[in-house]
């Protein structure tokens, strides 16, 4: 028994030695912990709830912040048949930044939208990648990346979250 706790003791000496950064979170792979739904079931148009982490930083770029709000998701046609509209949460300059086309393969969905932002030249490609576990969540990763003609480039990083009531 002396020998598992001072075993144990030596653990926690450790982890706390070491800042703790030998279990960070950031070191567990995420997995959902429920199974995708089935994707013939797969109905995701309608309102939805996000949630989106503050984003990580690569770059000379401004901050962003965490933002939640409502976005809407409708079916239209063509190769990015899925069109996602931020309703709330999010400032999009140009407003057509607030506006994306993506597609579902299986249950992953994933969109993108791109513009010119300021009178420079400068661009912004934006997507995100959502894996959809039920009709009422989907969950992801998302990047934006800001290039200036002259080299100047910016990349945000963040998680997203979609969630919603079942539906009656």
């Known amino acids: 028994m002396k020998k598992i706790k001072a075993a144990m003791v030596s653990i926690i000496l450790?982890?706390?030695l070491s800042g703790?950064?030998?279990l960070c979170q950031n070191d567990i792979p995420l997995v959902p912990l429920v199974k995708p739904i089935n994707p013939k079931l797969i109905k995701i148009t309608g309102t939805w709830n996000?949630?989106?982490?503050?984003p990580t930083i690569q770059g000379m770029c401004p901050a962003g912040s965490a933002a939640s709000g409502t976005l809407t998701i409708a079916k239209g046609s063509g190769p990015r048949p899925y069109i996602l509209v931020f309703q709330s949460g999010r400032v999009c300059n140009p407003a057509s930044l607030c506006t994306?086309?993506?597609?579902?393969?299986?249950?992953?969905?994933?969109?993108?939208n791109e513009a010119k932002v300021d009178d420079e030249g400068g661009e912004v490609t934006n997507a995100f990648r959502l894996t959809v576990l039920t009709n009422e969540l989907a969950t992801g990763n998302a990047s934006s990346r800001y290039v200036h003609p002259d080299g100047m480039e910016c990349q945000w990083s963040y998680s997203i979250t979609l969630n919603r009531k079942a539906r009656k």
């Open 100 to 112: 994306f086309r993506g597609t579902l393969t299986g249950n992953e969905l994933v969109f993108v």
């Open 14 to 16: 450790a982890f706390v």
């Open 50 to 54: 996000y949630n989106a982490t503050m």
């Open 20 to 22: 703790g950064s030998a």
